[in-house]
């Protein structure tokens, strides 16, 4: 959540409402925007956007927030404020605040994350008289994002178990990158073939390395290796 003590504010032209001009871009405008008036923030302008997010119709226009939505009474939205409570803290400082990813549960048990930002409404001479909020629904990519770290975290587990499997069994594996037509051993494998860390980067690069490799050195000691353990070697031919 964010204060803003010199935050940007509407500016009606007179205390009984918002300007035609106000009212029109508001109503057209492609995001949720909800305006409210008075100590009750009685709900004087909900945009079809707004509406269409939190399932509800134009009948809510005229009524207190607390009856529109009451639902919301409960919830704390931001640093121990619920929704009606930060309005009127609004009212109070003609200071605005914003709020990211901010979870609801709506009556019909839908539960959204909402973005918002609620900022003063002020007459000509400079008095708060409402607030009005703007505000987007996040729900879709928090719920993405998760998904996301949920998948990377099992991954991550199961990356660590093969690990401790290999080295338990002490089994060495090897990569092959068919773009970069390279290859990468770990450091069993490179005990088990013999390798060195000094002499490793000619058995690791492109293929004409590794066929070096097979061709030259297969005789000798690396061949007796191949023989004594269970690695089976892919049988094939690498090319750039």
């Not at 964010?2 to 009212?23: I, K, M, N, Q």
């Not at 061709?215 to 000798?220: E, K, L, P, Q």
């Amino acid at each position: 959540m964010t204060d803003r003590s010199s935050s940007p504010h509407v500016t009606e032209s007179s205390s009984s409402g918002a300007s035609p001009s106000l009212r029109a871009l508001f109503l057209q405008a492609p995001v949720a925007i909800l305006m409210t008036r008075g100590p009750a923030h009685v709900i004087e302008l909900a945009n079809p956007a707004l509406l269409r997010i939190v399932g509800r119709d134009a009948s809510v226009v005229g009524l207190p927030l607390a009856e529109a939505f009451p639902e919301l009474e409960g919830q704390v939205i931001a640093a121990g404020h619920t929704a009606r409570s930060r309005c009127d803290a609004v009212m109070a400082t003609g200071e605005g605040f914003s709020a990211a990813e901010v979870a609801v549960t709506l009556g019909d048990a839908r539960r959204l994350h909402l973005t918002f930002n609620v900022e003063p409404l002020r007459d000509e001479g400079g008095r708060v008289t409402g607030v009005v909020a703007v505000c987007h629904d996040v729900t879709e990519q928090v719920l993405a994002r998760r998904r996301v770290e949920r998948l990377t975290e099992a991954q991550r587990g199961l990356e660590g178990r093969l690990r401790m499997a290999l080295a338990a069994a002490e089994l060495g594996t090897w990569e092959r990158d068919l773009r970069a037509n390279t290859l990468t051993w770990d450091d069993t494998t490179k005990r088990t073939l013999g390798m060195s860390p000094a002499n490793a980067g000619l058995f690791i690069g492109a293929s004409g390395a590794l066929s070096g490799f097979l061709g030259v050195t297969i005789g000798g000691v690396v061949a007796d290796r191949l023989r004594r353990t269970t690695i089976r070697c892919p049988q094939e031919k690498l090319s750039a």
